[in-house]
């Protein structure tokens, strides 16, 4: 994507942002759908879905924040901008919750019966 010229020194979304939101979707949904059909044998309901998601979503934002912060710091040192940055990583806990209730709500297979 550097290469390309895109980077984090302004306010301006590119569309190939966009085009990436579906990898961490994807892979959510896919580890989601391994838990409920091999370790949970298909017998998933929605709270066991979101813990999940949850897991996953931890993970890979532990993940996405340590090579963010080399990128910042070793990578790309003078286009430094932290708070466009932080703002990007706001932006995608809001769609990572987002996308786990998606997920957890479409891979649901049992219901729990109120009252």
């Known amino acids: 994507m550097r290469k390309m010229g895109l980077t984090f020194t302004n306010d301006t979304i590119h569309p190939v942002e966009f085009v990436s939101l579906l990898i961490p979707i994807i892979g959510l949904y896919y580890g989601v ?11 998933m309901n929605f709270l066991e879905g979101m813990l999940q998601s949850f897991k996953i979503m931890i993970v890979s934002g532990i993940f ?21 940055f932080s ?17 957890s709500l479409l891979l649901t297979t049992k219901s729990k019966k109120v009252g």
């Open 33 to 43: 759908k391994y838990h409920c059909y091999v370790e949970l044998k298909g017998n």
């Open 64 to 84: 996405v924040v340590f090579i963010g912060i080399i990128y910042l710091n070793y990578i790309d040192p003078n286009g430094n901008n932290w708070s466009d």
């Open 87 to 103: 703002g990007r990583i706001f932006a995608a806990l809001l769609i990572g919750v987002l996308s786990s209730l998606g997920v």
